[in-house]
């Protein structure tokens, strides 16, 4: 299937919901209106959202039904962007080759930016989905990207020294890191998607296991992008960049097979999820 073309006919969508929902700038506070949509315009690859509309769509649902899961994920997604590279965190100066936030609005903006991103989310979520499932969809995200996911998972992340490649606990401690910090919020955009979309119960169950395989093949898919990134959370120095490749392989292998039964109609999803782990940047 053309990836593009499916993705060159919904991404519109997720970009319009996200203009209509971020404050404008020429409204006060308006310094705090441009650091949120500073993250957000131009975005990136709206991975998240996309796999929400095409996990919709793999219940046989129209992509727009997942649209108020698609904002909310990319909303938290651009708020721990901002978070992350603040000087206590990651202290990145540039983000998609554009000065970070902190260094145009400030520290202070850039912290409450990224908190009003967070709320915003949930606003969305729980405003313009239908409420009982949006509520399901709600609980599910926030328990991924709390103690429980993101904000856990980064912890540790800061908190990482230098891997020992002898020491197997230090495997499990880098999947962990991963699964928190990255596969978390993957994994509810596609159950997210797929719950909007009228799926039961073991479907989005299904669905979260996808997203959590794809998840975590997509973080070491970045670390061999990035190999100087992240050493102390990043499994390439402790297995070596073929052993790593495998195992994304082998975790995208186990996605697939999961989504199988979907027939034709999974296919975007498929696809998003092969580009996710094998892309070149
Ligand atoms: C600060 C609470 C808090 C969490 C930070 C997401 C995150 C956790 C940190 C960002 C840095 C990082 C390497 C995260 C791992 C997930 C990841 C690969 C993010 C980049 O996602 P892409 O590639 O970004 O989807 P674009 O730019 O395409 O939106």
Redesign the pocket.
């Known amino acids: 299937m053309d990836l593009q073309a499916w993705l060159a006919d919904r991404t519109p969508m997720i970009e319009a919901v996200l203009d209509r929902v971020l404050p404008p700038i020429d409204r006060a506070p308006s310094s705090l209106h441009g650091a949120m949509r500073h993250i957000l315009f131009p975005?990136?690859?709206?991975?998240?959202p996309a796999l929400a509309m095409a996990a919709a769509e793999a219940v046989g649902a129209p992509a727009q039904t997942a649209l108020p899961i698609a904002a909310a994920v990319e909303l938290v997604?651009a708020?721990?962007?901002v978070?992350?590279d603040l000087p206590c965190?990651?202290d990145d100066d540039l983000?998609?080759g554009r000065p970070t936030v902190h260094v145009v609005y400030g520290e202070a903006t850039a912290v409450l930016a990224g908190d009003a991103l967070q709320s915003l989310a949930f606003a969305v979520l729980l405003s313009e989905a239908d409420a009982a499932l949006a509520a399901r969809a709600g609980a599910d995200l926030a328990k991924a990207?709390g103690a429980a996911g993101?904000?856990g998972?980064?912890v540790d992340?800061l908190a990482a020294g230098t891997a020992d490649a002898s020491n197997s606990a230090d495997l499990d401690a880098i999947l962990s890191i991963h699964e928190r910090?990255?596969a978390a919020?993957i994994s509810v955009s596609v159950a997210g998607g797929a719950r909007l979309g009228g799926a039961g119960a073991a479907v989005v169950d299904q669905m979260a296991q996808f997203g959590r395989e794809i998840g975590v093949a997509?973080?070491i898919a970045?670390d061999l992008l990035d190999a100087d990134?992240?050493e102390g959370s990043s499994l390439v120095p402790l297995l070596g960049a073929e052993a790593c490749r495998f195992r994304a392989e082998t975790l995208l292998a186990t996605a697939l097979a999961r989504v199988e039964r979907f027939g034709d109609r999974a296919e975007p999803l498929r696809e998003l999820a092969r580009f996710a782990v094998r892309r070149s940047g």
Do not use: C, N
């Open positions: 975005g990136g690859k709206r991975l998240r997604h708020y721990s962007l978070h992350d965190m990651d983000r998609r990207i993101l904000v998972g980064q992340d910090k990255t919020l997509f973080q970045d990134e992240h």
